[in-house]
């Protein structure tokens, strides 16, 4: 079964400053990568997704995440965290369509809450 | 531009009572998938819907719960004797059957068992 797991349940930093947020993955086979945002009392918004090609992902709000296999590992960086930034982050993955049948469920990590400081 | 929506989306029930959540994805999206979110943790996977029918269901869906989707369109969850280990925020998503990668969700309907 695959698991997720985020490193540090609470990030905070300084307007400006760089943001990262952990996620290591566990999988035999390199799964789909996801990192989705949640604002308060809202739903998932996708922020970005590998699927095999380019190891850098951009994604919106100018964040990005490189996949390294080696490192089982998918971080989310952002060069300049904003205010409206501040938000849940979750890192996700699900099968591969060659892994069998797969209906791309998302398994998803416990979560990162990013506070960001005046 | 029009989303994934659910509703309600706020239900307060007693314990033992019967609840239903309604969930309209994106017009054409083929998938449709229930997911549960306790407090503090990520969403967990509870069931999947190829158009009309119920492909997947989670060990976390007891027989208390059920999920439908008659028309492959709209699909309702219902929880039968709610408890109190049932408050949880229900998620929806969507996504299309080609190359349905990406899932869509709603807004979600947050659960209170008194």
């Known amino acids: 079964a695959q698991s997720v797991t985020q490193l540090g349940s609470h990030v905070s930093v300084s307007e400006g400053a760089l943001v990262l947020l952990r996620c290591n993955y566990s999988?035999?086979?390199?799964?789909?990568l996801f990192w989705y945002v949640q604002y308060p009392n809202q739903g998932l918004q996708l922020l970005l997704k590998?699927?095999?090609?380019?190891?850098l992902v951009k994604g919106i709000n100018g964040f990005e995440a490189e996949f390294k296999k080696s490192e089982t590992s998918f971080h989310l960086t952002k060069p300049s965290a904003h205010m409206s930034d501040a938000a849940e982050y979750f890192c996700?993955?699900?099968?591969?369509?060659?892994?069998?049948?797969?209906?791309?469920?998302?398994?998803f990590g416990k979560g990162t809450l990013l506070t960001v400081n005046p | 531009d029009t989303g994934v929506s659910q509703d309600p989306r706020h239900k307060i029930t007693k314990r033992g009572q019967n609840v239903t959540f309604r969930c309209d994805p994106i017009s054409e999206h083929n998938r449709l998938y229930w997911y549960r979110q306790t407090l503090g943790q990520g969403p967990e996977f509870l069931t999947y819907?190829?158009?009309?029918?119920?492909?997947?269901k989670s060990r976390l869906l007891s027989d208390r719960f059920s999920a439908e989707r008659p028309k492959g369109s709209f699909s309702t969850l219902e929880i039968q004797r709610t408890e109190q280990g049932d408050s949880a925020m229900y998620l929806c998503?969507?996504?299309?059957?080609?190359?349905?990668?990406?899932?869509?969700f709603g807004p979600g309907t947050r659960l209170t068992v008194t």
């Open positions: 999988s035999s086979v390199p799964p789909y």
């Open positions: 996700a993955v699900s099968d591969r369509p060659d892994s069998g049948g797969s209906n791309y469920k998302l398994t």
């Open positions: 819907f190829q158009n009309e029918a119920q492909l997947e």
């Open positions: 998503a969507s996504s299309l059957l080609a190359g349905g990668i990406e899932q869509y």
């Open positions: 590998y699927t095999s090609a380019a190891t």
